[in-house]
């Protein structure tokens, strides 16, 4: 139990961090949390291991939007190769939305 509030925790303060430059309300980290605990969302660390997966490569942004009530990550990801991929995820089950390559 303590372990699993900590891993809660964690997430919170990763999505904080994350949220920071995006202007999120703390009603807006609140609402995710409460999601994150109820298993509506998988933690960030959960979707950032299977995005790798598809698109190996650094990430170099975060953002959460939230639309209609279901929550969406866009990540930025800059390959070895140059490369770089925009992938919007969904929050809850880590499904792929949208792929753009910005080269």
């Not at 809660?8 to 949220?19: D, E, F, G, R, Y």
């Not at 942004?61 to 995820?89: P, S, T, W």
Request: proline share 3%; hydrophobic share 45%.
């Amino acid at each position: 139990m303590l372990n699993r509030i900590f891993h809660v925790l964690t997430v919170a303060c990763m999505l904080a961090l994350t949220l920071t430059p995006i202007n999120a309300t703390a009603k807006d980290l609140d609402r995710l949390r409460d999601a994150v605990k109820r298993g509506d969302v998988l933690p960030l660390s959960v979707l950032q291991e299977k995005l790798r997966i598809s698109y190996p490569g650094d990430i170099i942004k975060v953002e959460l939007d939230e639309d209609d009530g279901r929550f969406i990550y866009e990540f930025k990801v800059l390959q070895a190769n140059g490369r770089l991929y925009e992938i919007e995820m969904d929050a809850k089950d880590g499904t792929i939305l949208d792929v753009d390559d910005d080269d």
